[in-house]
Each structure stands twice: as structure tokens, then as C-alpha cells.
């Protein structure tokens, strides 16, 4: 249940609605858990989860301070709790010996379940759903079911897939870390097919090339020695068509009816470039409303003529690349210190490149990098492979 809400606090559109339910039930839930099953702790995560904190601390008070802009200190204050709610939980997880991977490959697959209810159903649910237009724009059914953007698929037209999340390109993101649990960890062959298959309905061009890298980099060997004529030439055939899925995808973002949102999301890009450009030690502070005001007053000189008018961009939209954007708000060495903690996660122990990657590139148009679920990561950094490994019978319990 924790781990779900985890997730559903990193692009859920029942989070976004009913955060403030939500968010509380997972701190009454984790208290819960420490009250009623917990019999101590190891005394060696504690020193863990003390050193963390206070290393967590000391870089983002050294951000608030050394950036040039004022950033409302609250802000700062709510994401260093946050982060400490999620390294509390990780640290029950390790006290108690929890499998992590197993409990995030039950909640990937009944993530990609309710996709396939949500894909297959979409024109039944449609006739239901309500428009919802406040935080977000969705088309809903209980904020369960939900359905925004359209594709032309030849004579088709169909939703995409964005099951539980406020947009496609979020439900990839777990759905591509549902494919390398089933390919690198749990080899179920099942959840790798239907993973890629629901990746797919999300028509999400990010989701096609961090599906096609994690094919070539498990199957590589397998194309060309595998012993199964029939399992190369699936594969062979599977990877053409995704790469035509991607660009006809891309096509239609760049001159079709999707236009508006890929200059949008170019904007993104070259504007946080700029800013990293001006500011590459410091960054302009964490603080999204920040880079709201500011934006308009650091726009770059080689903007390209968009469709859309750079002006509408602004207004109140934050910036949707996460990826870079981390590099604008902290500056190039705390931004790399977070990707060197982010490379070096032990929540999955396997192939930690390919995880890297689908993170890396996931939230290159998304803004969920400093998500409880992505904060996961970073914070296991801080505890050492053995704990992740059920090697710490012999440590000692404080009670």
C-alpha cells in the first residue's frame, strides 16, 4: 500500500486531487508500520539515516543560500520533509528485511492491469467520464480511469494510455521499469511482453527509444547467437516497428496537431540550457516559483520561431524538463552530486545503467525528478549494498 502511494505521488492524478489526503495516510500508515511491526532498529541505520539527513540538509541549505534569487524557504523546508518521510520508509523497508524489488514488480504489474483496463475500455469510459479542469486538464472517471490526448492510428483514433497519471509519458516511466524487472531481475517472460505492448499504447516517443534501448541492451547477444530462429526473428521484426511507431509519433508532434505541445517542450529545454548557461554554479534555487518569474527575463537569443507564441509559454508553467531543470535549480555540481547518488541506487541492483536511463530520459519531459518514488533512489544511496542485500542479520537492535 505505501509503495503504491509512492508512486501514486510521482505523476498520479489521485494525488493531485486528493494530495492532502493522501499525504497524510502515508505518514499515519508509515507510523502504523513502525508501532505495530516494528521490534527495533539496526543500529547501523540509524547512523545511516542520521548521516543522510544531515548531508541531505547541509546541500540544500548551501543551495538556499548561495543562489542569487530569494527562494521562499518553505518550499525548501516541505521537499527536505518529504525526503525524510521517504527515507524513513526505506529504512522500515531495510530494518525489516523487505523484499523492495518484489514490492515495486506487484506494484508495476497492477499498474500495467489497470492500463489494460484503461486502453481497453477507454470507449465505454469515455461516454462516462467528466471533464476535470482545475490543477489539470482530464478527462476523468473517479480520477481512476482517465483520458486526455488523442492519436490518429490510421483509420483509428485512439486515447492514449495514461492509466492512473496525469499524462502518458508518466505511465511509460513504470511501465518501462516493469519491462527490466520482468527482463533483468524476475525473467517473467509475460510482464516483459506485456509491459511492451502497453508501452506502445502510450505513443510516447520517449517511451519507444528507452524501449528499444533496453531490447538492444538485454537482446544483443540473443539476436545474433540465440538458438531460437523464431525468438530472433520476433525481435527483429519488433524493434522496425517501434522506430516507425516513434517516428510517426515524432511527425505528428512536429507538424501535426501535436505541435504545440513539442514547442512547449523544446522551450523547456533550451530555455533551462540558458538559465544553466547564466547561473552554472549556483542555479536559481529550487524553488518553482522562481523560475516563473524569471524566465521571461533570461530568455535565450537563439529561440527558433515557434507555432505557438513564446509569451504563452510562460505565464504559469513551470518547466517540464526535470532532467536538465535540476541543473538550472542547483547548479552543475550539487545537480551532478544527485546523479552520481542517482547511478549509484541499490534499490536495483541489476543493470543499474538501464534504471539509470529509463530515469535519466523519463523525466526529460516530465517534472517528477524530486518525486517521492525518484527520491527513493536517491536516498538508498546512503545505505550500503549489504542492507539490500539481507546481509545485516549479525547488526545490532535498538529498541
Given at each position: 500500500?505505501?509503495?503504491?502511494?509512492?508512486?501514486?505521488?510521482?505523476?498520479?492524478?489521485?494525488?493531485?486531487?486528493?494530495?492532502?489526503?493522501?499525504?497524510?495516510l502515508f505518514y499515519l500508515l508509515l507510523c502504523v508500520l513502525y508501532v505495530k511491526y516494528n521490534h527495533g532498529f539496526h543500529r547501523d541505520l540509524l547512523i545511516r539515516l542520521g548521516i543522510s539527513q544531515l548531508i541531505v540538509g547541509a546541500f540544500m541549505a548551501?543551495?538556499?543560500?548561495?543562489?542569487?534569487?530569494?527562494?521562499?524557504?518553505?518550499?525548501?523546508?516541505?521537499?527536505?520533509?518529504?525526503?525524510?518521510?521517504?527515507?524513513?520508509?526505506?529504512?522500515?523497508?531495510?530494518?525489516?528485511?523487505?523484499?523492495?524489488?518484489?514490492?515495486?514488480?506487484?506494484?508495476?504489474?497492477?499498474?500495467?492491469?489497470?492500463?489494460?483496463?484503461?486502453?481497453?475500455?477507454?470507449?465505454?469510459?469515455?461516454?462516462?467520464?467528466?471533464?476535470?479542469?482545475?490543477?489539470?486538464?482530464?478527462n476523468t472517471l473517479l480520477f481512476i480511469f482517465n483520458y486526455e490526448s488523442l492519436i490518429t492510428f490510421g483509420p483509428l483514433e485512439l486515447f492514449r494510455n495514461q492509466s492512473f497519471f496525469w499524462e502518458p509519458g508518466i505511465l511509460q516511466i513504470y511501465l518501462?521499469?516493469?519491462?527490466?524487472?520482468?527482463?533483468?531481475?524476475?525473467?517473467?517472460?509475460?510482464?516483459?511482453?506485456?509491459?511492451?505492448?502497453?508501452?506502445?499504447?502510450?505513443?510516447?516517443?520517449?517511451?519507444?527509444?528507452?524501449?528499444?534501448?533496453?531490447?538492444?541492451f538485454f537482446y544483443w547477444k540473443y539476436l545474433f547467437h540465440g538458438k531460437s530462429v523464431w525468438g530472433r526473428l520476433v525481435l527483429l521484426l519488433l524493434i522496425p516497428v517501434i522506430f516507425i511507431l516513434a517516428y510517426e509519433n515524432v511527425m505528428l508532434k512536429?507538424?501535426?496537431?501535436?505541435?504545440?505541445?513539442?514547442?512547449?517542450?523544446?522551450?523547456?529545454?533550451?530555455?533551462?540550457?540558458?538559465?544553466?548557461?547564466?547561473?552554472?554554479?549556483?542555479?536559481?534555487?529550487?524553488?518553482?516559483?522562481?523560475?516563473?518569474?524569471?524566465?521571461?527575463?533570461?530568455?535565450?537569443?537563439?529561440?527558433?520561431?515557434?507555432?505557438?507564441?513564446?509569451?504563452?509559454?510562460?505565464?504559469?508553467?513551470?518547466?517540464?524538463?526535470?532532467?536538465?531543470?535540476?541543473?538550472?535549480?542547483?547548479?552543475?555540481?550539487?545537480?551532478?552530486?544527485?546523479?552520481?547518488?542517482?547511478?549509484?541506487?541499490?534499490?536495483?541492483?541489476?543493470?543499474?545503467?538501464?534504471?539509470?536511463?529509463?530515469?535519466?530520459?523519463?523525466?526529460?519531459?516530465?517534472?517528477?525528478?524530486?518525486?517521492?518514488?525518484?527520491?527513493?533512489?536517491?536516498?538508498?544511496?546512503?545505505?550500503?549494498?549489504?542492507?539490500?542485500?539481507?546481509?545485516?542479520?549479525?547488526?545490532?537492535?535498538?529498541?
Amino acid at each position: 500500500m505505501l509503495v503504491f502511494l509512492l508512486v501514486l505521488s510521482s505523476g498520479g492524478i489521485l494525488h493531485i486531487v486528493f494530495g492532502a489526503i493522501l499525504s497524510p495516510l502515508f505518514y499515519l500508515l508509515l507510523c502504523v508500520l513502525y508501532v505495530k511491526y516494528n521490534h527495533g532498529f539496526h543500529r547501523d541505520l540509524l547512523i545511516r539515516l542520521g548521516i543522510s539527513q544531515l548531508i541531505v540538509g547541509a546541500f540544500m541549505a548551501l543551495n538556499w543560500i548561495i543562489v542569487p534569487f530569494y527562494n521562499d524557504l518553505w518550499f525548501y523546508v516541505k521537499l527536505y520533509l518529504r525526503i525524510t518521510s521517504v527515507n524513513i520508509f526505506l529504512m522500515y523497508l531495510l530494518n525489516e528485511k523487505e523484499d523492495i524489488q518484489r514490492h515495486l514488480f506487484g506494484v508495476m504489474k497492477f499498474i500495467s492491469w489497470h492500463a489494460v483496463i484503461n486502453f481497453v475500455l477507454a470507449p465505454l469510459f469515455i461516454l462516462i467520464a467528466y471533464r476535470y479542469e482545475n490543477e489539470i486538464n482530464v478527462n476523468t472517471l473517479l480520477f481512476i480511469f482517465n483520458y486526455e490526448s488523442l492519436i490518429t492510428f490510421g483509420p483509428l483514433e485512439l486515447f492514449r494510455n495514461q492509466s492512473f497519471f496525469w499524462e502518458p509519458g508518466i505511465l511509460q516511466i513504470y511501465l518501462n521499469i516493469l519491462f527490466y524487472l520482468s527482463v533483468f531481475v524476475f525473467d517473467s517472460k509475460f510482464y516483459r511482453w506485456l509491459s511492451a505492448l502497453l508501452i506502445i499504447s502510450t505513443f510516447s516517443t520517449t517511451g519507444f527509444i528507452i524501449l528499444v534501448l533496453q531490447i538492444l541492451f538485454f537482446y544483443w547477444k540473443y539476436l545474433f547467437h540465440g538458438k531460437s530462429v523464431w525468438g530472433r526473428l520476433v525481435l527483429l521484426l519488433l524493434i522496425p516497428v517501434i522506430f516507425i511507431l516513434a517516428y510517426e509519433n515524432v511527425m505528428l508532434k512536429t507538424k501535426g496537431d501535436g505541435v504545440a505541445s513539442f514547442d512547449m517542450r523544446t522551450y523547456d529545454l533550451l530555455n533551462a540550457v540558458n538559465l544553466i548557461r547564466i547561473f552554472p554554479m549556483t542555479g536559481i534555487g529550487m524553488d518553482m516559483n522562481v523560475y516563473k518569474e524569471i524566465q521571461s527575463a533570461y530568455l535565450s537569443s537563439d529561440l527558433p520561431d515557434f507555432t505557438v507564441n513564446v509569451f504563452d509559454m510562460i505565464g504559469e508553467r513551470g518547466n517540464t524538463n526535470s532532467t536538465i531543470m535540476l541543473f538550472a535549480s542547483t547548479g552543475l555540481i550539487l545537480g551532478g552530486i544527485y546523479y552520481v547518488t542517482l547511478l549509484k541506487q541499490h534499490v536495483f541492483t541489476k543493470k543499474k545503467v538501464v534504471v539509470f536511463l529509463i530515469i535519466l530520459l523519463g523525466n526529460m519531459s516530465e517534472p517528477l525528478l524530486l518525486g517521492n518514488f525518484f527520491l527513493l533512489f536517491v536516498c538508498s544511496t546512503f545505505y550500503g549494498p549489504k542492507f539490500f542485500e539481507n546481509k545485516n542479520e549479525s547488526l545490532v537492535y535498538y529498541q
